[in-house]
DNA sequence: CCTACCGATCGGTAGG
DNA sequence: CCTACCGATCGGTAGG
């Protein structure tokens, strides 16, 4: 029995009308396949087989392997790109935008992992015109990294000689968590969202939240002691 | 013509004696390929054609596409924690440790991209015993950074609450220098190493480098000016 | 949703 | 280094 959580989340989305139920779980299986051995290395038998079907019924619920990888794809960058511009549409400060825009792409980066690990990963694997357009839609996500530090340089509430560095290095911070995030781990999501989210303003050289942060978010944090000490 | 730099440098590792001038061609193509369309995406005759070879001819050289793979990861990870280990030993100052280490790691994706990429991106696609193996020399990687951190807290000069998390940061920064570095580009491979040594410092919350950092490694720094403008 | 089947391509071998 | 060829598997279709 497949879990459908995001994929049902996305079911509704764009203009590729609603999708089948079916079609949720072909996609689904192939989200997990995807991500652990690669879109070359998983074939449209192991789809079929995880969900205890052969190999040509898929094609009643997808008209192609790579249709699949298209959708998981476009949406999930689209998905992305509107949770981190609603997330920074917040604020007006600098700073704290970019502290809920970095939260906001790590807890993304927890909570997808195989969203995301595709769209890292299978770049190569889409087909034109797709592999342009998602390369498109990863400028202008970067980019919306780089403007803010870039803004907050002119402010003069960071102090990066490369707001360019600094936010490849602020967005690799979230795609790692996505290789070793585990929700049953020692590491909660909130314990992981709020340490870059600190960590993200030591990157740009602005406060840095660790050496006596004032509570520019006050709700919600977990009291200041060691992190990674789940009983 | 094959580029053999960085394969050349690799022909004499390791048990498996002396690789043969042919042998590193093969290889050397291979990472090329491995790199840009993954290893399932990349067949035997791609291989061979890369060479104005037919697919058959490479078993002269190679026993098995597989063991190709296998050599390129292992090499790259060993290869790898003897250039970090050397760096960290050239001092007993835990943050010059730090700095030289992040810096070594960074410098070394900058320069081997290809065999980086397949090493972050074809572990799945590594057969045991191997792909265990590996996976062992990636977790005694990472330590070495996480216990460094560690020490750094326990002496107080870094006051991250999470090495663990402060570790895999700094780690994926150098990652993400794989994914787009060119040597053309329009930032230098010691303007991104420098930056990202004064990042790391910053990441575990020790003296940031960059608000007044000392002199701590006098050589070779570029002046302090804006990163990127190359002329 | 299945079985039967398609042409194409895969990694690899035989044999020279 | 090649041609010829192996069995296996690939994505996908026909037809029910």
Not at 128 to 156: C, D, N, Q, W
Not at 190 to 196: L, S
Not at 209 to 226: I, L, Q
């Amino acid at each position: 029995m497949p879990k459908n959580e995001s994929a049902a989340r996305g079911a509704r989305t764009r203009g590729d009308r609603t999708r089948s139920e079916r079609s949720i779980d072909v996609h689904d299986a192939a989200l997990t396949l995807f991500a652990e051995r690669g879109y070359h290395g998983t074939s449209m038998k192991d789809i079929a087989a995880a969900l205890h079907l052969r190999a040509p019924s898929l094609y009643n619920h997808v008209s192609a392997k790579q249709e699949i990888l298209r959708d998981v794809m476009v949406e999930t960058m689209n998905d992305l790109l509107k949770v981190v511009r609603s997330a920074m549409a917040g604020t007006d400060d600098t700073v704290l935008k970019l502290r809920r825009a970095a939260e906001a792409h790590v807890r993304y980066h927890a909570r997808h992992p195989r969203e995301v690990r595709i769209g890292n990963h299978e770049i190569p694997a889409l087909e034109e015109p797709h592999r342009s357009a998602i390369t498109k839609l990863r400028r202008e996500y970067s980019r919306m990294f780089v403007a803010l530090i870039e803004r907050g340089v002119e402010e003069g509430v960071f102090t990066t000689r490369s707001p360019l560095l600094s936010a490849y290095a602020i967005l690799q911070m979230g795609i790692g968590v996505s290789m070793w995030y585990r929700p049953d781990g020692p590491l909660s999501e909130d314990e992981i969202v709020f340490h870059y989210g600190d960590t993200a303003l030591g990157v740009v050289g602005g406060v840095s939240g660790r050496a006596g942060a004032p509570a520019t978010e006050g709700a919600k944090r977990p009291p200041k002691r060691a992190v990674g000490s789940k009983k």
